[in-house]
């Protein structure tokens, strides 16, 4: 919608994980020059968007994802403060001994939000537990279910901060697994605000989490994008989003 008020015209293309892994082929509509810029959007392999930053010909911006180094022009939601917010209120809450669920360095917004985590423990006099700091997905990026999120049961924090909301349910259906109950017995925070209708039934309504601000980060892309195709000198550099917290029953 953000396109269409500005009178531009988009078109999608979805990459696939083939294409990504070769990490050296441009996206087709790149390869036959049929667009004058690119808004790149979601997470990929490192490696994919540093070959996207370095052979792109026309203006690109990324789009909640950016190049490791942080060399580009990205819109993208402050997953850091969002981290320390949600960590903050999980301390409010009472609650001490507090872990984080995502796999570090698959992404740049899970490495980002748990740095808040880790500057809110840090804060609070506590020091981060290794054996609370929990994987979901490969190093690719994939959430593996079966393989990962192994509890801690031998010393179970009393409160989990994790990365997304997708992760948040599934950890709450491995905790009722184990014959914990989520609040009373242990409280799940996430992150995104999003959930599909398939792991929805996990939560049993709203999870506490961090809502991102899609339509702002939309509508911040647009009018960054459109200034690079007007001036191959202008750079916004990386722009940051800040969300809103949302009370669920997860806490």
Known sequence: RCAIKRKCLTLLEVISSEEEKKRSNLPKIMQEKRVESVIVIGAFNKKYLSMLGD??????????????????????????????????????MGHEKIGFVGTLLATTSIDDRYLGYFKSVMEHGKKVMEEWVIDDRDREGT?????????????????????????????????????????????????????????????????????????????????????????SGYTNGVFMIPGRFIEGVSV
């Open 55 to 92: 052979k792109a010909e026309i203006p690109l911006l990324f789009l909640d994802t950016m190049i490791a180094d942080g060399n580009c022009d990205a819109v993208v939601s402050n997953n850091t403060l969002g981290g320390y917010r949600m960590t903050n209120y999980l301390f409010d």
């Open 143 to 231: 959430v593996d279910i079966e393989n990962k999120l192994a509890l801690p049961l031998d010393n179970m924090p009393t409160a989990f901060f994790c990365n997304c909301d997708f992760t948040a349910s599934i950890l709450i259906k491995k905790l009722r697994e184990n014959n914990y109950r989520v609040p009373e017995d242990i409280s799940v925070a996430g992150f995104d605000n999003y959930l599909t209708d398939e792991y929805r039934c996990f939560a049993d309504g709203q999870i506490t989490t961090y809502e991102i601000d899609i339509a702002e980060m939309a509508k911040h892309a647009i009018h960054t994008i459109l200034k690079k195709m007007e001036n």
